[in-house]
């Protein structure tokens, strides 16, 4: 890339985008999810391969009912094959906390507080489309999965909780500040 202020650009666009998909799937908004993805791209989330309608029904399954997802996204590694393509390796951290659909969906049936936590890295082909920066085909690479079952601390009452809908505490400073929810 010849334009270093272009280039600095289009890198916090793709920044912003591995951003908005994490909270997506972290608030259950599985539109904003959508808006990550280009409408042929193809995921391959291990348990599933295919197209981002797809996904977004295996994903809503998976994670819809549980209590807690978040994501951790770390270092992003940004290469421009030319002005409008870039590979993209992202380093990632889950932590879900199971409910008792998850615990059968993720092969654990243990009762009581289940938490499951995978990391690896996003490895993505984003293409620009009508000046937009979005995911054209993902793998997500797993390093490694961990399963705890011991009694976890709880959250204290007077700490601001999460939530997994468009009540959860950004969202709602994001409606203070007259931005689109």
Not at 18 to 44: I, K, L, P, Q, S
Not at 99 to 119: I, N, P
Not at 155 to 167: G, Q, V
Request: hydrophobic share 40%.
């Amino acid at each position: 890339m010849s334009d270093p202020i272009r280039y600095l650009l289009d890198r916090e666009e793709i920044r912003d985008c591995m951003a908005r998909y994490a909270r997506g799937v972290d608030r259950g908004d599985w539109e904003a999810v959508r808006a990550t993805y280009h409408a042929d791209a193809f995921d391959d989330h291990g348990d599933y391969k295919g197209d981002i309608d797809g996904f977004i029904s295996f994903a809503s399954a998976r994670t819809g009912s549980l209590p807690q997802v978040m994501h951790f996204l770390g270092q992003s590694l940004i290469e421009f094959a030319d002005a409008d393509t870039a590979i993209v390796e992202t380093y990632f951290m889950t932590a879900h906390t199971l409910d008792a659909a998850g615990r059968q969906a993720y092969g654990t049936v243990e009762d009581g507080t289940v938490q499951l936590s995978a990391m690896g890295r996003y490895a993505d082909r984003f293409e620009r489309r009508d000046d937009v920066w979005r995911v054209a085909h993902r793998i997500v690479i797993f390093e490694a999965t961990r399963i705890f079952t011991n009694d976890v601390p709880p959250l204290r009452p007077d700490w601001a909780h999460r939530r997994r809908d468009l009540d959860d505490p950004i969202y709602v400073l994001r409606r203070e500040a007259g931005l689109d929810v």
